[in-house]
């Protein structure tokens, strides 16, 4: 296993259309977050999951975001008619819960430029 | 207004030398508090855990204080390496539904080693 995945790496898209990240957890991870973070500050929360059940969502969370996580393994982050301000690293993290200092562990992040 | 605050923004060292970052947080009740490494470009790598009742934790060359009475917390490192230039991001964790953490991030501290 070689931890949590995420692609693409990089999307530049324009204003309008939507685009649609994807995140692998690390294989036996129950939980799985999602986060954004624009440059020069740290990421805020988005959702999280905990199995295929989205258990808590951000208000940072509008309603053209929307995550999945349809069996419990892999989520999809989808952001419909994307703006220039939802340009920011999508980054995916996952953990094994069990206990409340459960370590996370953080993908690579999927860096978004809307033109 | 952010609810973790870190200092100082920036920090340039010589290698070899120590420094110690500086975090203070209005997030309470908390569950525990982290310290992250994070690369330009990369995901945010764990350092320190500590929940609340602890007052001190050591992985390596960092070490990890906290004063949950003052909401306080510092992040020492000894011996620095160039290897070590980084963000420094201090988070502080909530208990989401379920038992998932809420991880709060500060804005970090950009430290860069220089020869």
């Known amino acids: 296993d070689t931890g949590v995945s995420q692609n693409p790496r990089h999307k530049i898209t324009k204003r309008g259309q939507n685009v649609t990240f994807r995140c692998d957890p690390i294989?036996?991870?129950?939980?799985l977050y999602w986060y954004r973070q624009t440059l020069g500050q740290g990421p805020e929360f988005l959702t999280y999951f905990q199995n295929e059940a989205q258990l808590e969502k951000s208000r940072l969370l509008s309603d053209r975001f929307s995550a999945e996580r349809p069996k419990g393994s892999f989520s999809t982050l989808e952001i419909q008619r994307t703006e220039q301000g939802d340009s920011a690293m999508y980054l995916c993290a996952s953990s094994l819960g069990q206990s409340n200092t459960g370590e996370l562990f953080f993908g690579e992040g999927s860096r978004l430029t809307v033109l | 207004k952010n609810q973790v605050e870190q200092s100082p923004q920036s920090l340039i060292i010589l290698e070899g030398k120590n420094c110690t970052l500086q975090?203070?947080?209005?997030?309470?009740?908390?569950?525990?508090l982290r310290w992250y490494k994070q690369d330009t470009g990369r995901g945010p790598v764990s350092l320190t855990i500590?929940?609340?009742?602890?007052n001190t934790k050591s992985n390596g060359r960092y070490t990890a204080t906290l004063d949950a009475d003052t909401k306080q917390s510092s992040l020492h490192i000894t011996a620095s390496q160039l290897s070590d230039s980084a963000s420094y991001i201090c988070v502080v964790t909530l208990i989401l539904t379920g038992g998932g953490n809420k991880l709060t991030f500060g804005t970090g501290t950009q430290l860069k080693v220089e020869l």
């Open positions: 975090c203070n947080y209005t997030v309470s009740p908390f569950s525990n």
């Open positions: 500590m929940t609340f009742s602890e």
């Open positions: 294989s036996e991870h129950n939980r």
